[in-house]
């Protein structure tokens, strides 16, 4: 499924949870229960739960089935850090990212408090970029969480966007992602406030990349901000020599 938040940033989406609930604004229209409610209703048995949090054992394995390296957003249909997710859970997602290293991948949450009370636990690499989501200056303490963890690439999405982020601190920050809300009554982004985000980008040395604009008509609008195209995606990293790891961290 690429009907995702990071859908132009990544080739392929992994999801081995399902489901979650509303904590921030930008949860508001959340594309990926509007996807999860229509799965249920046509009898995807994947979506049985409809939009609860669901973990999925069978899903865990996929990343070593794709053979070829692929930038892989992780639950574009779930948070991997929602309170429901046992530790034991995400560290298993976290081993089979560690483990499928031919692929590149982006784990994104709005939960930071708990991505660094687990921090400690998780088996980071460079192939595994972890952002947070900060839709308004309300919840700019979310970067730092996330700066504050062991992740070797880190990013912010502040999508969608729906309000002024002024005086950002993104020191340890590797990359930014800007984007408005999409779909059904999508609320406007100001451009105003992309432009300061980039500038401010500019300014302390960080990767920025504007994403779609708001509404149905996103591909026609495009990514150009001032007659300019801002995007710069997270490489996929070269296949390792020899075989897959034939065994994860833990016993799956």
């Known amino acids: 499924m690429r009907n995702n938040a990071n859908s132009g940033c990544t080739t392929e989406t992994w999801n081995p949870i399902t489901g979650c609930t509303k904590v921030s604004p930008g949860c508001k229209h959340c594309y990926a229960e509007r996807i999860a409610l229509r799965l249920q209703a046509i009898g995807q048995p994947k979506y049985a739960n409809g939009f609860r949090v669901t973990l999925h054992q069978d899903a865990l394995q996929r990343p070593h089935k794709w053979k070829r390296p692929r930038r892989v957003f992780v639950n574009s249909m779930s948070d991997l850090f929602h309170d429901d997710v046992p530790d034991e859970f995400i560290l298993r997602v976290f081993n089979v990212m560690h483990a499928a290293r031919q692929h590149a991948y982006m784990a994104l949450t709005k939960r930071a408090e708990r991505l660094s009370r687990i921090d400690a636990i998780l088996p980071w690499a460079s192939h595994i970029s972890m952002g947070v989501t900060v839709e308004n200056?309300?919840?700019?303490?979310?970067?730092?969480?996330?700066?504050?963890?062991?992740?070797?690439?880190?990013?912010?999405?502040?999508?969608?966007?729906?309000?002024?982020?002024?005086?950002?601190?993104?020191?340890?920050?590797?990359?930014?992602?800007?984007?408005?809300?999409?779909?059904?009554?999508?609320?406007?982004?100001?451009?105003?406030?992309?432009?300061?985000?980039?500038?401010?980008?500019?300014?302390?040395?960080?990767s920025f990349t504007h994403k779609q604009r708001r509404g149905r008509r996103r591909k026609r609008a495009g990514r150009a901000l001032e007659g300019i195209r801002h995007r710069d995606l997270p490489p996929v990293p070269p296949r390792p020599a020899g075989s897959l790891p034939e065994q994860l961290l833990i016993r799956m």
């Not at 966007?161 to 009554?185: C, T, W, Y």
């Not at 432009?195 to 500019?202: A, V």
Request: glycine share 10%; proline share 10%.
């Open 137 to 206: 200056a309300e919840y700019a303490w979310r970067i730092g969480h996330l700066r504050q963890t062991g992740a070797r690439v880190k990013f912010l999405s502040l999508e969608p966007l729906l309000g002024p982020l002024p005086d950002l601190d993104l020191a340890g920050i590797d990359r930014v992602f800007v984007g408005p809300e999409s779909g059904p009554n999508a609320r406007p982004m100001d451009p105003r406030w992309v432009t300061d985000i980039r500038d401010q980008c500019d300014e302390q040395g960080v």
